[in-house]
């Protein structure tokens, strides 16, 4: 959807003026490898629309083929605001499944795996939500225009955006009606009153009728992140670690139904006798740490520059992914992701992203000779190339070589 696409200098300008007010005002709210690992798997997310180009829009009208009850104008406000809130009504039930029943929330748990909340948690979305379609398809049927349902799916996610920080507090009657940045606040807590609670998009009223709202309590501070940690940068393994959690216990049920159970419990759910054979770690919020793994200043600047470069690079091939053959595309694609894979190497402080980062640039080299470049475009590569041959250079000098990369192990940041 291209309105997301011209939003996303928006939310880069906002999440910098979050961090530089944060700064000022001493209560910072980000952190480098964190921030990372949500804005990659943001760009994940809308880089895997070009795996599948043209397949929603071919779905919906082969599902409808054409046909619904109600002749809707297609132009006026009436139609939109209508839009709007079908919509918003329809995400509040999907977003509630995907809390609800573990096949949905092995694709929504990306989402919630921060244990920092900020306008950069907000671009941390799943690269692999499947079954979401389905809650939408009535509106298409009763005679919402694809376009204009699109459009509004569009709108819903840009409004989430800004509810994504700390540094809003209350906003007054609209607290009754609208979903905030208090309210939301909450929905990412997994404080036990908290859990599963205020599910709305644009607005809260659906968790008022429907009794799944709750305020934000002064003497509850919220605790970010989910009850099972991540413990990772890896954002592959981010959009897949319940999705493998889940096959397992399905694998180890010792009944056939609790193998098919597993899926569509809820996320706490495990068939008998799997705690105590095969345990799970979970979080204690008595004595709660973030999971911040040890590594120099010199390995934080390094994978922030790839971090933005690649970042820059995944924005442009969303740009002109249409103008490219499915060949470029998809190595493209394969060494962006492979790209945003070795940030987390780097963040994790894992001694293997040195020689990685020399193979990945090595493959940078020799597929920008196939690419359709510009030579603005090629110049570009070349002053990158340049800068980051030069940096791993230094970092693997005998001064630097013993301290770039941590040892196994991490240590943890109070949270």
């Known amino acids: 959807m291209k309105i997301i696409l011209y939003a ?65 104008p297609v132009e006026g406000l009436g139609i939109w605001l209508f839009a709007l809130i079908a919509y918003d009504f329809s995400y509040y039930w999907f977003h509630r499944v995907s809390h609800q029943v573990n096949l949905f929330w092995a694709a929504h748990v990306v989402h919630h795996q921060s244990e920092d909340y900020n306008l950069g948690t907000a671009l941390r979305q799943s690269g692999s939500g499947l079954f979401g379609f389905i809650f939408y398809l009535p509106w298409l049927y009763i005679g919402i225009p694809a376009e204009i349902l699109f459009a509004s799916g569009a709108l ?13 507090h209350r906003i007054g009657v609209l607290e009754y009606i609208l979903v905030t940045p208090s309210n939301h606040r909450v929905h990412h807590a997994q404080n036990k009153i908290y859990i599963d609670r205020n599910y709305g998009g644009i607005l809260c009223i659906w968790d008022r009728i429907f009794g799944s709202f709750q305020d934000e309590l002064a003497d509850e501070p919220c605790i970010y992140g989910i009850r099972k940690p991540l413990k ?49 770690e979970r979080a204690s919020l008595e004595h709660f740490r973030k999971f911040a793994p040890s590594v120099s200043s010199a390995v934080n600047t390094y994978a922030f520059f790839q971090f933005i470069s690649t970042t820059l690079a995944g924005t442009g091939m969303l740009i002109v992914a249409n103008t ?63 800068t980051s041959g030069l940096s791993l250079l230094w970092l693997t000098l005998p001064t630097n070589a013993n301290t770039a990369v941590a040892e196994p192990g991490s240590h943890i940041d109070k949270g």
């Open 8 to 72: 996303i200098p928006g939310f880069i300008f906002l999440i910098l003026a979050e961090w530089f007010y944060g700064l000022v005002r001493g209560r910072n709210t980000y952190r480098v490898a964190d921030t990372i690992t949500s804005i990659s798997l943001g760009s994940i997310s809308r880089l895997r629309g070009l795996l599948f180009l043209g397949f929603g829009a071919w779905f919906y009208t082969r599902a409808t083929n054409g046909k619904h009850l109600i002749d809707f």
């Open 156 to 168: 819903n996610l840009i409004y989430q955006f800004w509810v994504h920080t700390q540094h809003v």
């Open 232 to 280: 990772s940068y890896n954002p592959f393994w981010a959009n897949v670690h319940v999705y493998c959690s889940t096959f397992l216990d399905s694998w180890h049920a010792v009944r056939w139904q609790d193998k098919l159970k597993v899926w569509f419990k809820g996320p706490g759910w495990r068939p008998p006798g799997l705690e105590a054979a095969y345990p799970v």
């Open 324 to 386: 490219w053959s499915s060949g470029a595309v998809l190595l493209s694609l394969g060494l962006i992701f492979f790209s945003f894979y070795l940030q987390s190497a780097w963040t994790q402080g894992q001694r293997f992203a040195l020689w990685l980062e020399w193979l990945k640039l090595g493959l940078v080299f020799w597929l920008s000779s196939y690419l359709p470049l510009s030579s603005t475009m090629l110049l570009t590569l070349q002053i990158y190339l340049a």
